[in-house]
């Protein structure tokens, strides 16, 4: 029985699944299996998969109709054989020594849960390593997805989670939602389990490859942070609001700046050029730096927009509150609510 099951809900991406692949077959230490679950997709992966396996690759490939990466996950948790599940994206580019290090970490000490950060490859484009960037940076993020300095708790997210038999058998699965990943680690948080961040257990994270998906991602991300409060009333926190206050302020400052005195436009420039040079430092890249700065309007005023609609309607004119409608609950024996 492998040590690791590595869990993918896939959709149309082929060509990631073989760069995925590609990563796994590279593993120093291969007490692994990989679980891919094609979540009804017309292009489908088989033939990706089928030559992975022909070199070497460990892995089992379903296919079912098309339900949700949720879903998909859950119909993975059911057919995988290790005690301990790994969920990475199919986007994802996993280091040679992930395994390794992630056993080496689940010796050390009981874990039942962990997350791990990502970042980007240096075959990335640069839009993608903007991106990564500002997805990841203090100063745009708060540091919550794997910083050296955080603002609000770690909590794993499944582009790079896992968690163990003994976990499932207590929590179930995931739900079908925007946002499934923070709902499943709150979930687990409330199980009495303690997950943790493995920052040395980290993936390479392709994310979004334009800044107009990038935008359509984000503000997904900022309507389901109110259906998170919705669902647990303590989630919400400072940091949460950060981008929702950015929007607010930035067009304040703009109205001012035009209708007032143009000195307003100060400090909206202070945070841009504060971007720019801390994005510049890290990828020493005055073109990833110069990426970045449009890379963090459109991560927080996306987040922010959608926060914002998400909050005036749900929370303010209290409209669609009955969050069934984005909340799934799949009944089944593997999955406890």
Known sequence: MPAVSIIVPV????????????????????????????????????????????????????????EGRSIARNYGLERA???????VDSDCVIPPDYIATLKSCLGA?????????????????????????SMTSFLTTGGIRGGKIQLEKFVPRTYNMGFSRRVYEAVGGFREMFSEDIDMSTRIRQAGFSPVLLRQVYVWHKRRVDFRRFFRQVYVFGMSRVTLKLLYPGSLKLV????????????????????VSPWFLLPLGIYLAAVFIGALVATKSLKIGALAVPAAVIQLGGYGLGFIKAYTTKIILGRGRDISEEVFIRQGKNEKL
Do not use: M, W
Not at 116 to 132: L, M, R, Y
């Open 240 to 259: 949460h609001l950060f981008p929702a206050c950015f929007v607010i302020g930035t067009l304040a400052l703009i109205l001012l700046g035009i209708f």
């Open 81 to 87: 054989r290790a005690d301990f599940f790994v969920f």
């Open 11 to 66: 959709y149309n991406r082929p060509a990631e699944v073989s760069d995925l692949c590609e990563s796994l077959l590279a593993q120093t230490d291969p007490d692994f299996e990989l679980v891919i679950v094609e979540d009804g997709s017309t292009v489908p992966c088989r033939e990706v998969v089928d030559k992975a396996v022909s070199q070497g690759l460990t892995c089992s490939y379903y296919y079912k109709t098309n």
């Open 109 to 133: 000490s009981r874990i039942d849960c962990f997350g791990g950060p990502d970042a980007a490859h240096e075959s990335f484009s640069d839009v993608q390593k903007a991106i990564n960037y």
